[in-house]
């Protein structure tokens, strides 16, 4: 393996420790990737091997793949198995450098009763773009989750994958990884104020919608 791109290895891993550490991900479960840069990266990404535990992850053992999702160096492990949702979201995403797929908990909630997340507070409308919206069903590893994922997605930073998890973006890995965080505590406050009635989880107003999302908008 190639000791180039050292530093994006590093913040990959870095990243991917901690998804697991704040608990949106098990050992196992999830993904995250990021496009490379620098001489010779153009096309190419570096994403999280397969079945492969988090907690000990290393830097060396990320995966490079192209566009197409073939390893471009021998020897390493096989990336994940969720890998064409990430290359699906850099083909039609110019603005996204860096995806993150977790599995946390109150998200994955949400996904399971196929319950998009509104727009609840100030900083989802600022930070995600809108409403967190749930895909249609697909089997895992498939071209037609992949399809799916990105049409819940559109030009928003997050959605929900039916009975699966989150899929979240950004121009680099740690603002991914925030926006995959904010999504689940926004999961949370939505699953407990329904506990007060189904109809307890009021949005916002609609003028207040307007004017965030036209900032959102100006910011990207």
Not at 12 to 38: C, D, H, K, W
């Amino acid at each position: 393996m190639s000791d180039q791109w050292g530093e994006q290895r590093s913040q990959l891993t870095e990243a991917t420790r901690e998804m697991y550490r704040r608990g949106l991900v098990g050992a196992y479960s999830g993904n995250t990737s990021l496009r490379l840069s620098g001489s010779g990266a153009d096309g190419l990404l570096l994403v999280t091997p397969t079945h492969h535990p988090y907690y000990r992850l290393e830097p060396e053992e990320l995966v490079v793949v192209d566009l197409e999702g073939e390893p471009v160096e021998e020897g390493g492990m096989a990336p994940s198995s969720e890998t064409r949702v990430h290359l699906e979201i850099y083909r039609n995403r110019d603005d996204v450098q860096a995806v993150v797929h977790t599995h946390s908990i109150y998200a994955s909630v949400a996904s399971v009763v196929g319950r998009d997340i509104p727009a609840l507070i100030d900083e989802m409308l600022l930070t995600i773009g809108g409403p967190v919206k749930v895909s249609k069903y697909a089997f895992p590893g498939t071209q037609q989750l992949a399809e799916e994922a990105y049409a819940a997605l559109g030009n928003r930073n997050a959605a929900l994958l039916r009975n699966h998890g989150v899929v979240s973006v950004g121009p680099d890995i740690w603002e991914a990884l925030e926006v995959a965080d904010l999504v689940e505590r926004l999961a949370q406050i939505f699953v407990h104020a329904r506990n007060f009635g189904p109809r307890a989880a009021t949005t916002l107003p609609e003028d207040a919608i307007a004017t965030e999302m036209e900032m959102f908008r100006s910011s990207h």
